[in-house]
């Protein structure tokens, strides 16, 4: 894996890919279609932030490298790849029970907050990757 030079793009299986946590100035991508949804994406060293038809779907503190980011009406998928180790933030439904999975290993149940936010960490380090897999109980 590797970071998305273009910032965002739509892979063949009709995920999206997305952010360059190599860059050291915040760059950013607007009105990018995908069946016919708009998203932005702002990425740099600092954070990695995606907004679908203008409202949060994921950010992370620092940046990362989105690969394969998937949603469906009861799972979020996608692989995270950095250089340290991120806050990841994803929007989903409020008040809802979701079970995490890393790299395949149950690490645990979440509920996430009144705004819908489910907030973790991704142990990823030098360029390394996690596949995050977000189900709803």
């Keep these: 894996m590797s970071v998305i030079e273009e910032l965002i793009r739509k892979e063949e299986d009709g995920t999206i890919s ?3 946590y190599k860059l050291d100035k915040k760059t950013k991508v607007s009105d990018f279609e ?8 702002k990425t740099f060293e600092e954070i990695t932030k995606l907004e679908r038809n203008g409202m949060f779907v994921y950010e992370s503190v620092p940046g990362t ?3 394969g980011f998937k949603v469906t009406e009861n799972t979020v998928s996608f692989a995270v790849e950095s250089d340290t180790e991120p806050q ?7 008040e809802t029970e979701y ?3 890393i790299d395949g290993m149950n690490a645990g149940t979440m ?3 009144l705004g819908g936010k489910l907030v973790l ?3 990823v ?4 990757s996690a596949e995050i897999k977000i189900v709803k109980c």
């Design 65 to 67: 490298a989105v690969h």
């Design 88 to 94: 990841i933030t994803v929007e989903l439904e409020p």
């Design 99 to 101: 079970t995490i999975f």
């Design 34 to 41: 995908v069946n016919g949804d708009l998203y932005k994406v």
């Design 121 to 123: 960490s991704v142990e």
């Design 111 to 113: 509920k996430t907050n």
């Design 18 to 20: 997305f952010g360059n």
């Design 125 to 128: 380090n030098h360029g390394s």
